[in-house]
């Protein structure tokens, strides 16, 4: 049996034999973050996911650690206050995952905000959400912007505003989470998918989970003092398994979409927030070797698992960047790649999508199944210390305070910035020598792994034996790996999706190496060759959905 297979199963046996104080069900953001705040409370704690960490929303969102501008337009004031704060202590725990980058807001004739008026609304934003001095917006000229961003549409154009926005790798950032959450004690465990609960003697209080394994497909019983249903757009599925509570709706689910393009199709070098085609904003944001552009915001009624791309939202983004880019001959034909993801909002009746507050709500029922909803990715750590101070409460544990404001996430080990820039340049100089790669190339891995990147040099002679089997490159055989060794991965698009990222940013050449990508995965997990086929086959139905429905 392989090392992480078994080391799995040690994590069932303990989940089934424990009596635990908390069970948190759903790997996202939310999830994760309040597992890892009342772990570190010194709780029992279990985290249940159905598919893979940052599988739902967590994993499908613009990838920014926002400062809250946008709210500020709905008069949000607390909320960009609370949001400020946050990032800056997200930024500080975990250095190698959120890092600033400029953001430009080009201002042009006739535009919602003029020039005087933008100054005004980022002054307003950046004393709100506390921003530091080095940080503050500068006001740039037509002339300053074009430099930046010669592509940009010059007609009207009066100038634009530069200021910071925070950039992150949401699906890595949730998993540094849970496996932050598995070091402070608390059992992780994802492809496990709450059925039902069971109840006491008056059949009126929840007192444990029906438990289903995804992989072996065995079903189990669980225990515990208070149940957390953290299931992001899946809140309201998880309310009416609870038979004690009239089935109610709390969410309202928005769809949003990004595109991928390739950046020799959109040359662009900065990220811009600019106006869209009808009155919202949209991001286009470099990274890697590509821009992404998003997004959409529908209101949304279809499948929660794999919420489609659809062709109307890539026309539209398309459309977007075509009015306020000289790109004339841009079309859809040009996507590379794309995602689609379900906000869960705070149902309020009568809004519209754009208009619903991202703010998020704590509900207890009758039952004692206590539900969090709602929020943003950005304000995770809020949200989880408001459900713990819940639990700690539900418990009788009510001197126990918050941690996680000073508690460095996996990865994220380092003092100041100076002392991480000082690591990756060292750690970046090595890993060149040991997988023979060029330093942009091995730099990316040190900023995606941070002080984890130890771990991944110690299994570099065992990744090597790999990379020569399968003819895989070696950074390639290197992450699936560790993945699998390290980061709990049991399928191939938990790699390449949520580990690394390839599908979205480097899918040509993930076009090549899937095969022997999945055959790999499969040698280190003992899986068979009919998994092998199943994982090829929806590789295949993906990218097939990229042309969208
Ligand atoms: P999820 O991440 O969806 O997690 C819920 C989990 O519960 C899922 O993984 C699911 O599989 C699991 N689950 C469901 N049912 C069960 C069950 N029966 N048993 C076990 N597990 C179960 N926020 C930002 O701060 N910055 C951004 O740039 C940003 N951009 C966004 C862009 C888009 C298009 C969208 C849609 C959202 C964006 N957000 C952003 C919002 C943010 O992504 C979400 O608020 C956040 O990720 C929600 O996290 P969550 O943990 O509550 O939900």
Redesign the pocket.
Known sequence: MSQSISSREEALQKALHEHWDVII???????CGTALDSASRGLKTLL????DF?????G???????GGLRYLKNLEVGLVREVGKERAILQRNARHLVYRDPMFLPVYDGGELGRTSTAIALWVYEWLAGVDAAERRKMLSKEETLSHIPLLQKEGLQGSAKYFEYRTD?ARLTLSLALSAQQQGATVLNY???ENFTYDDSAQHITGIVLKDQIKGQVYTIKAKCIVN?????VD??HALDKTTKAETKLKGSR?I?IVLSSFDFPLKQAVYFDAIDGRMVFAIPREEKVYV??TDVFYEGSLDNPVVPKKEMDYLIACVKAKFDLKSLSTEHIESAWS????LVLEKGKAEGKISRKDELFIAKSGLLTIAG????GYRKMAERATDKICKVLGKTSSACKTEKLPLSGGEFLSDEVFEKFVSTKTIELMTLLNVMSYEAELLVRRYGKQVDALIALIPQSAYYAQKYQLAKPIAIQVLYAVEKEMALNAKDVYIRRTSDFYFRIEQLKKSYKPMIAMMADCLSFDSTWIKEQEEEFETKVSELKGR
């Open positions: 069900i759903g790997g996202g953001a939310t999830g249940v996911e159905k598919g940052a599988s739902g929303t967590s499908r969102s613009t990838k920014l650690i926002h949401d496990t998918a709450v953290a299931a992001g757009p899946w599925h998880i949003g990004h998003g997004t993801g379900v906000r869960p929020g943003k990715l950005t």
